[in-house]
């Protein structure tokens, strides 16, 4: 069974910073492929960011303020989110498992997502 565990989320004020983790405790962590994308109430899926083995690509809203990572050793992809600003407010959660390595892509496998809300 795929598992993905967000954790780090909460509250913060604009200007603020937090760190995303995401513990994969599958072999899906091996894939060359994983992601972060955010859903905010009653607005669509957004993707994020994604680590195509090493290469990362950003959506233009974050773009210069997120940076992901991975760090192998601990099978755990990180979102780092600086600046962050109230339209960041959403559900964030980790993918694997795709066939085509996109900031916009469906993802396979999820996890269950860790809230991340930025006050003004």
């Known amino acids: 069974q795929v598992q993905l565990v967000e954790t780090g989320g909460g509250s913060v004020q604009t200007g603020g910073s937090l760190t995303l983790s995401c513990a994969a405790t599958?072999?899906?962590?091996?894939?060359?492929?994983m992601g972060w994308f955010r859903q905010a109430p009653g607005k669509e899926r957004e993707g994020v960011a994604i680590?195509?083995?090493?290469?990362?690509k950003y959506a233009a809203s974050v773009k210069g303020r997120f940076t992901i990572s991975r760090d192998k050793a601990k099978n755990t992809l990180y979102l780092q989110m600086d600046n962050l600003k109230p339209e960041d407010t959403a559900m964030y959660y980790c993918?694997?498992?795709?066939?085509?390595?996109?900031?916009?892509?469906?993802?396979?496998?999820r996890g269950q997502g860790t809230q991340v809300t930025v006050s003004s």
């Open positions: 993918g694997s498992g795709t066939v085509t390595c996109r900031v916009s892509t469906d993802w396979i496998y």
């Open positions: 599958d072999h899906t962590y091996s894939t060359y492929c």
């Open positions: 680590d195509s083995d090493g290469t990362t």
